[in-house]
């Protein structure tokens, strides 16, 4: 018993340090989603038109999946999503990578702007195995009290 | 499904709210308007009457730059600021550059110069350094 709390400890502080993440990256982004606009745009995969309106929504996404994953309401929505964001961050940067292109991600706004590449894509690979993760956890939670 | 499409339509209100809030602030159509931007053989033709300013990271600056930039990047700022003020006036153009056409460091400075710094007349190199280079050739 004692262990499975344990377990339930650990999931729970794994939920948490990503919505944490998640929250972070969006409050930063939102109060400069000029400059974020740019960073979308620098990737040269949307017309600017559409960066600067995704600069607009997006962080707050992010923030409302995070608050999401900290509440535990709407929790498979937030991960989904959550995870979509990332899987779509990563096919980008890697992407721009391969085209050359001298990007600055902007996940985590002027904080990130000197990252390498690496670091970016280690970090996605981090957080996109936690989102998976938990979203299995809990889907497979889901199945077996449905089974009951 | 339902659970991501509530979300997603939460996050909604804030963010127009907030594009409402920046309508006048941002440009929606283009990323730099045609009038801040200038190419290498223009900025070339201003001749003495231009300040170039160099957006790269330090290391970059070091390796090359265009004759007599001036360093201002973002991750010195407030200890480049100074330096750049010292060297502009009034009357002459400021011309910010990065590595290439993708950068986004001199949209960045060139942005601040403006805002913070209260400057007029700041433009930035179309294509950067990548640019320069080729017309240096």
Known sequence: MAQMAKVKFVWRI?????AGVFIY????????????????DNYKILPWAMSVRLAF???????????ALIARRLYVGGLSLLTALVL??????IAAKVRGLDITCGCFGHASQNWSFSGHLALDLVILAALLALYFKVTSENRLQNAV | MRQALVLAALALLP?????IYFRDKVSWQSPIPASEMVTVAQARAWDGNAIWVDARPDAEFERDHVPDAVPLNEDRWNELLPQFLAT???EKRVVVYCSSQS??????VARRLREEAQLKNVFVLQGGWEEWLKWRK
């Open chain 1, 25 to 40: 990256a969006g409050v930063v982004k939102a109060f400069d989603p000029i400059r974020f606009a740019s960073d979308i």
């Open chain 2, 15 to 19: 963010g127009i709210g907030q594009a």
């Open chain 1, 57 to 67: 929504y997006l962080p707050w996404l992010e923030i409302f999946c995070g608050i």
């Open chain 2, 88 to 90: 502009w006036s009034p």
């Open chain 2, 103 to 108: 950068c986004n460091a001199s949209r960045e």
């Open chain 1, 88 to 93: 779509i961050f990563l096919v980008a940067t």
């Open chain 1, 14 to 18: 794994v939920g948490l340090v990503v």
